[in-house]
């Protein structure tokens, strides 16, 4: 990375553990990617239960794999199963006890936005695991919820096209706000401060732009 986004990177990812700690979520910096995986790792003791949502952060880190092969009773979204197994395990996986996850936009006021096609991941990112480590780059950063709301519309394709889905976007590259079963923006969640169970949300900001 250019030295001198490095530098904006951690200077947004430097602020934005402070804002976290005031709004009760345990927020940590992270280097890079790799120092974000070993804390992540850290955070979960073995035999655990552990979920993850739809990320390419995650996938970045490489973390999946670790989980399938590592001593973990870990809820795995990703087999070749119909989708009505897949959602049974998106049920399962609100009462992990980690559920790990990125973030499509971070506000500098420390709101957690996220659009799901299934609503398991803001599902269980609100209520249900125990604890939640959420995993952000500096670029999910925005100013404000309208921020985090036309990010969220920037995104969608490209989610929308690693996830094998037919949707307008993925033709244009941009969102059509189609109206069709297939489409994956259809729910959106908002976590404004991590107060009601204080420390249940482990926040941890990498200096670097990962994920979309
Ligand atoms: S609403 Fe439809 S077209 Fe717009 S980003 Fe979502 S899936 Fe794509």
Redesign the pocket.
């Known amino acids: 990375m250019n030295k001198f986004r490095k530098w904006q990177c951690r200077r947004t990812a430097e602020a934005m553990v402070e804002v976290l700690r005031q709004k009760c979520y345990d927020a940590h910096y992270a280097e890079d990617l790799d120092e974000a995986l070993k804390m992540v790792l850290a955070m979960i003791p073995e035999g655990s239960s552990v979920a993850v949502g739809g990320s390419e952060t995650l996938s970045a880190m490489g973390l999946v794999d670790i989980l399938r092969h590592g001593n973990y009773r870990f809820f795995d979204r990703y087999q070749d199963r119909p989708f009505e197994e897949i959602v049974e395990i998106y049920r399962q996986s609100l009462l992990a006890d980690f559920l790990v996850t990125g973030t499509n936009a971070l506000t500098r006021q420390g709101e957690l936005v996220n659009v799901d096609s299934s609503g398991n991941r803001v599902a269980g990112m609100i209520f249900g695991p125990r604890r939640v480590i959420v995993v952000a780059g500096a670029n999910k950063v925005v100013d404000d919820l309208a921020g985090a709301f036309k990010r969220l ?1 920037q995104i ?2 490209m989610n ?1 096209l690693r996830n094998g ?1 037919q ?4 033709e244009t590259g941009v ?4 109206q ?1 079963p ?4 259809n729910a959106i969640g908002i976590i404004n401060h991590g107060m009601k169970f204080a420390g249940r949300i482990s926040v941890i900001m990498v200096a670097e732009e990962v994920g979309f």
């Open positions: 519309k969608a394709p929308a889905h949707t307008p976007c993925v969102c059509m706000d189609c069709i297939a489409r994956v923006c």
